[in-house]
């Protein structure tokens, strides 16, 4: 068992359950004796190599359990991807400062630093635990059943359409609304959870793992608008076309680019309005609205799952209990046993870094619009406790029978 600091940094979007994970780690490190000082990363990786740390061996446990039922990330976080030469610096500020443990909460570009620091330190022989610990609304991250901070996202997606869905109802039309997901679905999937009767929406769904086709779509809606006289749509801001351009792409000149060169999906409502107006335009109707959820879906407050909670608190603190014990490197993956219960592993770095999990076809129905019970069966004890529900009217068996129009 090495001795010596730990340092903890997050990284990636914030979510509503990091600081569960940040906080596990470090109550969990402050009882080893081997362990000097619990230094926490301002801003990830840049705050690393700026060396803007926090001495969070001198916060109170109350105030890092208030901070751990905080959503969005205490430390604050980084969109940077280090690269080798990046990660070369970060190294020597974790040995100029006498760090032998560093965990990393983050996704997939998160643990490929933690794999190229780890490579630095064993070429340099100096003495280094790095833990990648699991985080991501995008549920992307492979070797995991699901990943910390998409159970509570699912959450506020379900019950977002679940709201959409009784306006619509009252007041029909048509309703598009894009959720976060370059490459996997997942969290718009998690849409139709908040169904309960067999017309509500979302009545399509359109996911990465698909080709997106305007006109099939424009078919799809004129098709369940007939049907149902009003239509609930949920949309992957990653749909795609069939060379894999994204269909947000097509405005590419109009829309950012993030650190690592990828069009700015999330912050703009682009998609949204190139949908409805083809909808308004092409299909000749009047009543089309369309949202983007946005960032709403990472940090939202009030709309947390109990289930995301533990868990995140749990791979922060198995984090540090393999570390400590185990003395390896890693990343920690949550892995599902039983209906419901699960059990954490340490995977190699080099098997989670950098690669990317899409829904497996199980999940997605043969129209490629829907899912299926096996992804509700999935999804629903990652909801947690407590989901609210919708209830009707019985506008069938109650009419009162008309006197003037019969």
Known sequence: MLSGKVLVAQGGGPTAVINQSMVGAVLESRKFLNVERVYGALHGVRGIVDEEFLDLTQETTHNLEMVAETPASALGSTRDKPDLAYCHEIFKVLRAHGVAYFFYIGGNDSSDTVRIV??????????????????????????????????????????????????????????????????????????????????????????????????????????MYERYGRCVVAVSEGIHDGTGLPIAAKLASQLERDAHGNVQLSGTGALADLLTEAVRSKLQLKRVRGDTLGYLQRSFAGCVSDVDQREAREVGEKAVQYAMWDDCDGSVTIQRTGFYSVDYKLMPLATVAGKTRTMPNEFIAASGTDITDAFRLYLRPLLGSRMPDAYRLRTGSNRVPKILHK
Request: with cysteine; hydrophobic share 40%; proline share 8%.
């Open 118 to 223: 780890s490579e630095e330190a064993a070429k340099a022989g100096y003495p280094l635990r790095c833990i990648h610990i699991p985080k991501t609304i995008d549920n992307d991250l492979v070797e995991n059943d699901h990943t910390p901070g998409f159970p509570s996202a699912a959450r506020f997606v379900a019950q977002s359409f679940m709201g959409a869905n009784l306006d619509n109802w009252a007041l029909p039309g048509v309703y598009i609304a894009v959720v976060m997901g370059r490459h996997a679905g997942f969290l718009t999937a998690a849409s139709a959870l908040g169904k309960k009767f067999p017309d509500d929406g979302p009545h399509l769904i359109y996911l990465p793992e698909r080709t997106f086709d305007l006109e099939r779509f424009l078919g799809d809606v004129k098709s």
